[in-house]
């Protein structure tokens, strides 16, 4: 398992937060977890600390419905930054809307789109996908 | 033989009479033409021979023309009962036999004439008495002269009845003509009265003179009141009573006429004149407008709501001219559209509604299946962690069933997030797909489980039909009616599931046949490709799977329909198109 790499988390579902962690513990993860509540939250810990690998994460699991910022506000201000190393970014959401689907894997620093629940097995897939590069 | 000036008038009167008759047998006989025209023959043949008799100088002659007057006379009246019959339209019950029996007494009178110098029964006596003019022949009456005197007096009094009845009756625009036709059958039957008064002055038969001014009336009728043409009437009686309103005006703007429609439709009856374009604009506001824009060439057709009434009218103005091609004023249509407009109105506003009604239920769809989706998820993990933290949750009742309940909540949402999926996303592209790989495909996937159950399962599909389907749809379908068939297999039974294929111009039919369960399909029928109905009771049924696999196979353009006897199995028909459209 490779475990120098950061995972960040931008969903406003607190519960969600616990069950990513929770995820990443039986998978015997050992980098670091950062969880924002909503896309503007994340987009200014992102611009404070472009300069800082150490807290910026390697794979961003983004929600689409949130307040403030929802996730394509995010992806949109998104490209601004400028940051030390590219995140990749998962879109995760339940969303069944095809068009909001379509819509999130128009976006070229968007991998893929993940349907929720997400269990251990997706996550294992996206670290050991990142960590091969 | 010197010709008596005395014959003239009724040698013209023969020749009016021989005038109409052509005239009036052109015409046919839809209003008893033809027989006016044969009356008039008779009474020329009668005329041709009595203006002979005045001329004729001696007793023999006289005698012979006499008779001869009868080829005609008789059948005069007959003739013109039968033309008032049917000019009155009252013939509806006259049988050929009755026609004929109006003839037997006239020909007897003929035949007795005739043959008179054997019996004496029509003339007793024969003599020349000068009137002081000219001789002139004077008879003794028999009987069978006055029974046709009679005879010919209660016929035309008949007819004469039937025209005066018709007076009452007919379309003033008619009223003219059938005076005019009136006052010459009564003519005629005032001469019968003098004859059989014997009032004959200067012992002249006044018949053929009557007939002269009788004839007379009748061409008149004929060329210039045209009695037979009844257009002008019909006109305007489809004018009067036709299903749109019509106004015709002058060059001045002055209503001339306006029918029924249009006098009810714009109140005109309440005036009591016939008013201008400025008064109608009152009744119909906007309509001066309108009428001003229109010039000879240009016509105006548009839809007025009028505001007194709360009516569309549908409007249509042009001008007409006359025959010499002068502008002689303009025609308003007016038609009342306003339950047509409502109704387009209603429409609108009903399609309108309906797609925003739709939008905000997809909206709710994806809202609804997202929300519950992710808290639903949230729930079955947070009870696995604790699964994980605490074991001895699992020996606990209650903890096992909220499990379960949890599990079977994300089933149902699942099960809906699917159906929202499939009536929301936009329709995916057909493709050609091989029956027969497909339905072995599905076979290969369920065959561990209908070998668990017993369920031996078929097919015999040609490698060469293809249809046109969605992949994944076509997949989904035949998974679910092979899990349905093992599913509600009859228990004993050497149970099977056959997939066969027919096809026709546009369509492949699959046939899906199980011995299963059946059911009950006319209690069933409706509800069994409905959402969430179950008919037996199985711990995993859904009701969810037909429900789907009907949606997806509309979605490709087919149908599916179903056999089913309870306790012998069913078969399900998928009619799935050939070529793509």
Redesign the interface.
Known sequence: MNTELNLAVIDDDLIYHRVVKRLLQTCNYSGKLFTYKNGREAYEAFSQNSDNPEALPHIILLDINMPVWDGWDFLNEYNKLSLSHKPVIYVVSSTTNPDEIKRATTYSCVRDFVEKPLNAGKIMEMIALQGQR | MFFNLFAVPVFIAVLLGLLVTAKSYTLGNTRGERYFGLSMASTSVYGFFYSLELSSANLELMTLFLKLQYLGAPFIIPFLLLFAIRYTNSDRPLSPLKIVSIFIIPLFVMAAVLTNSFHGLAYTSYATVSNGFFDVLITGKGPAYQLHVIYSLILTLIADIYIFMLLFTVHRYFFWRVFLVFTAITLTWLVYILHLLGIIPLGLDAVPFMFLITGLLFYVGLVKAQFFNVIPAAHRQVFQNLNQGLLVLDNDDRLISANNYAEMLLGLRELSALPDIRLLDQKLPGLAAFYQDVTESVPVNTDLFNSLTGQWIEISIQSFKTSRNQTAGKVITLRDITSRRNTEIEREQLLTLTQSQNERLQQF??IA???L??HC??I???IS?LEEDETSLKDKEDFRYLKTAAYNLQDSIEHL?EV??LH???PLPLQAVSLRLTAERAIAGIIAIARSSDVRISHEIPANYHIWAIPAYLDSIFLNLLTNGIRYRSPGNDSFIHISCTEDNDWLIIHVKDNGLGIDLERNKRKLFGMFNTFHEHPESRGIGLFMSKAQIEAMGGKIDVESTPGQGSVFHLWLRKHNK
Do not use: D, G, I
């Open positions: 769809a994806h299946s997202h929300n989706r992710s998820t949230n079955s993990a947070l962690f997030s929202a999926r929301t996303s936009s």
